[in-house]
């Protein structure tokens, strides 16, 4: 596996801001420009951001606002902490082949995805809302086995997500794994959702279901839930499918369910028990 620590850099850069009269300037040359290729990538994938718009993102910058993430990171070994998980995941799943991870700053996206990048998937780490996700890093390895599962799947299936149906699938049988890797913790952890929210899904999801199976390919999975607040009801409804199918095949070896898709959908019923 390869860890990229990009944001090293940015900590550098945050050092220097204010020492230097060209904010912008000071940030392409330690940060940006040092990482163009993917950080160009990783901003347009999880914030649709512009270099027009990062560099009004960049003038509000405030040195406080990341004190306490650079605290964290003071204690937790997220280099390290990354290489044990990655290879707990590798040894459940039998998968030999190396990854590679890049942990950045990313200015709010999603705290961990999968993209595709040069010539395969890769593993992000976006740490500027990383605390807030995880619990100040407590549940770090059930975000980072959930994501990795999400990358073999990726590797494996070529991408595959051409239906809403597939994409709760995938997420289904990620959460299944990150349930078999690090055990022990409450649902709303392995579903990324605020109780409220798993609630409510629990009294709405046979309508949350069929909104998303009319929207198709390009279905919505992240605009339902209590009141306005939208949450990312895909983990929640694929894992009730995929538990359906583990609780009737009595198959739990995530390698199968992945290789077992088709098999998976045709159990699926379009209203989930």
Known sequence: MRIHCLYHDFFLFLKMMNLEKDRWRTF???????HEKFLASA???????????LKKRISA?????????????????????????????????HYSEPCNIFIFIGFGGPASFV????????????????????????????????HFCRYIQQDQTNNREKTALDRLILEGIAVHFSRQAYPGHPDRVYLFLPEDARVWLDEHHEEVYAAVLKGGCDADLFSYGPGSKPCPA?????????????RETGEQSTSRLIERMDCIKEAAVFTIR
């Open 28 to 34: 392409r040359r330690l940060y940006y420009d040092r």
């Open 115 to 146: 993209m595709r990048y040069n010539t395969g998937p890769v593993i992000c780490i976006d740490l500027e809302r990383m605390p807030e996700e995880t619990d100040n890093f407590r549940y770090y390895p059930v975000l980072l086995s959930h």
């Open 43 to 53: 901003l347009r994938r999880c914030r649709g951001m512009t270099l027009t718009s």
């Open 234 to 246: 895909a983990s929640y409804l694929g894992y009730r499918i995929v538990g359906d199918y583990v």
């Open 61 to 93: 910058i405030s040195k406080g606002h990341y004190e306490k993430l650079e605290g964290l990171l003071k204690v937790y070994d997220i280099e390290e902490h990354t290489k044990e998980i990655v290879l707990r995941c590798k040894n459940l799943l």
